[in-house]
């Protein structure tokens, strides 16, 4: 398995997919010096189906190969790490991982454009996010579902905005492949992230898991029950096992 190392992270090759370790006391470092740079920045937040999705080649792999930061946030990609490597890697719970970086953005009074989610429940989330942070600048918000010929005006807008992160959560056409496709577009500055329920969590609609049940790994339990058909998961869950023993068996990543 390959390692980068730097001052404040450290970067991994997990079945040829990049995965950042980072102590939570380094986050704010490794942001600003992100910010520093004169380009954008991809932050992925990484689940073991995102993994294995980005081991094909294809428009999602080259998205997850270029991203400035590729977050996990499966416990089945730690233990894949310490399987192979004896890594201790950081797992991140989506939501906390969002508030932390939105703290190290209010520390210095930086920047957020909210992008996604239905109207009402955008609306909602920016008036909490501006109560709980309330140096940070929301510079604009528009909601998802929007029309294929509002795209290049929205972008526009977000583009004027310059926001030093763009937070994209669902009803976006083509989910984070959407800032995959509109990178350039949206200029070269600034910190992106895709997350599915975010502004739902934020607008107090939909709970996040407690952190007794995420370090346990049972996040899942409660989506499946939704989503039975999603037990399924269970064949590409013992495909990646079973990857796992070849790597550390055959291969030398």
């Known amino acids: ?7 404040n992270r450290q970067r991994v090759n ?21 910010l520093k740079q004169d380009k954008e920045h991809n932050i992925v ?14 428009e999602y792999r080259s998205y997850i190969m270029r991203a400035s930061l590729v ?6 990609i730690i233990n894949g790490i310490k399987f192979l490597s004896k890594v201790k890697a950081v797992r991140y719970m989506p939501f906390d991982f969002v508030v932390s970086l939105l703290t190290v953005l209010e520390d210095r009074e930086f920047s957020c454009y909210l992008l996604g989610g239905k109207n009402r ?7 909490n996010l501006r109560q709980t942070f309330p140096r940070l600048r929301i510079v604009g918000r528009f909601p998802g579902s929007f029309k294929r010929q509002e795209e290049m005006t929205i972008i526009k807008a977000i583009k004027k905005a310059s926001p030093s992160l763009l937070l994209v959560g ?3 056409r083509g989910k984070e492949r959407w800032i995959a496709r509109n990178n350039l577009a949206l200029g070269n500055s600034g910190m992106r ?6 502004f739902d969590v934020f607008a107090e609609r939909k709970k996040h898991p407690s952190r007794a049940v995420f370090d346990s790994g049972l996040e899942w339990v409660g989506y499946y029950f939704r989503r039975p058909y999603k037990l399924l998961r269970i064949f590409p869950y013992i495909y990646y096992l ?12």
Do not use: H
Not at 1 to 7: A, F, L, N, R, V
Not at 121 to 127: F, I, P, Q
């Open 170 to 172: 669902k009803g976006i």
């Open 242 to 253: 079973l990857l796992l023993l070849v790597y550390k068996l055959f291969i030398k990543d």
């Open 121 to 127: 429940v955008l609306l909602k989330a920016e008036k």
């Open 193 to 198: 992230l895709w997350c599915s329920d975010l």
């Open 45 to 58: 937040l990484l689940s073991l189906w995102d993994l294995l999705r980005a081991r094909k080649s294809g």
């Open 14 to 34: 997990l079945l040829k997919v990049p995965v950042d370790i980072i102590a939570p006391d380094q986050l704010g470092n490794v942001v600003y010096d992100l």
């Open 71 to 76: 977050i996990p946030i499966s416990k089945s």
């Open 1 to 7: 398995m390959g390692i980068e190392t730097s001052e």
